[in-house]
């Protein structure tokens, strides 16, 4: 009964529930059991929250993954009292917070902490850092480009010629067969490498490819 009425929720939300075996693409999820966990523990208007948050708000419809569930039905209890005053400023605070670059930063500390625990207070923190109701000003997170765009760069310098080609090369391949909203998930979640580092891999295997047909 529990596992029929989260697929119905799903189906309504048009989220569309994927073996165990599969990656899920933006919009998909395969944790079941995890979605039939929260319902059962917190409700369905609790899990509508959830689901809604994660499959309404900017670049989180690939995020549908049973740590971020979790920690995002944590944030729901937290911020009870802000959902319930400005539901709109909530999903619009959860469309600039960076939850992808969170997710495969907080993977570090598996084992120390779960990854449930240490999203959540990541996202609690930029969270409340973008809310309207907020009378601080709001923080500045252009730091986390600028650092990442150092470490791609380092990245870059570390990998061997030929096999940042080969990486290139496997990804141009896969970008052809998904959209850019998918690719750009399954760089970020499957692979774990930044969409920078991707663009540099592909720009040296189409150099590659150039310099192969000129010299033929």
Same mark, same amino acid.
């Given at each position: 009964?529990?596992?029929?009425?989260?697929? *119905?929720?799903? #189906?309504?939300?048009?989220?569309?529930?994927?073996?165990?075996?599969?990656?899920?693409?933006?919009?998909?999820?395969?944790?079941?059991?995890? +979605?039939? *966990?929260? +319902?059962?523990?917190?409700?369905?208007?609790?899990?509508?929250?959830?689901?809604?948050? +994660?499959?309404?708000?900017?670049?989180?419809?690939?995020?549908?993954?049973?740590?971020?569930?979790?920690?995002?039905?944590?944030?729901?209890?937290?911020?009870?009292?802000?959902?319930?005053?400005?539901?709109?400023?909530?999903?619009?605070?959860?469309?600039?917070?960076?939850?992808?670059?969170?997710?495969?930063?907080?993977?570090?500390?598996?084992?120390?902490?779960?990854?449930?625990?240490?999203?959540?207070? #990541?996202?609690?923190?930029?969270?409340?850092?973008?809310?309207?109701?907020?009378?601080?000003?709001?923080?500045?997170?252009?730091?986390?480009?600028?650092?990442?765009?150092?470490?791609?760069?380092?990245?870059?310098?570390?990998?061997?010629?030929? %096999?940042?080609?080969? #990486?290139?090369?496997?990804? +141009?391949?896969? %970008?052809? *067969?998904? *959209?850019?909203?998918?690719?750009?998930?399954?760089?970020?979640?499957?692979?774990?490498?930044?969409?920078?580092?991707?663009?540099?891999?592909?720009?040296?295997?189409?150099?590659?490819?150039?310099?192969?047909?000129?010299?033929?």
């Amino acid at each position: 009964m529990t596992e029929a009425l989260v697929r *119905s929720i799903c #189906a309504e939300f048009e989220i569309k529930i994927i073996p165990a075996n599969e990656f899920p693409k933006p919009g998909e999820t395969r944790a079941v059991a995890t +979605l039939a *966990s929260i +319902l059962e523990k917190h409700g369905e208007g609790h899990l509508r929250i959830v689901l809604s948050t +994660l499959n309404e708000t900017k670049g989180n419809q690939g995020l549908m993954i049973a740590p971020i569930l979790w920690a995002t039905s944590d944030l729901v209890l937290a911020c009870s009292d802000w959902i319930e005053k400005d539901l709109s400023d909530w999903y619009q605070a959860w469309d600039k917070i960076p939850v992808g670059w969170i997710t495969w930063h907080c993977q570090a500390l598996y084992g120390v902490v779960t990854v449930r625990q240490a999203a959540a207070g #990541a996202m609690y923190v930029m969270l409340t850092a973008y809310t309207k109701n907020k009378a601080d000003r709001p923080m500045d997170f252009k730091f986390i480009k600028r650092t990442d765009d150092v470490e791609d760069a380092r990245m870059c310098r570390q990998i061997p010629a030929d %096999k940042a080609i080969e #990486a290139g090369k496997t990804l +141009l391949e896969v %970008k052809a *067969s998904l *959209s850019p909203r998918e690719f750009t998930a399954w760089v970020r979640e499957a692979v774990g490498m930044k969409r920078a580092t991707a663009v540099r891999y592909m720009r040296a295997a189409k150099e590659a490819r150039t310099i192969h047909k000129t010299a033929a």
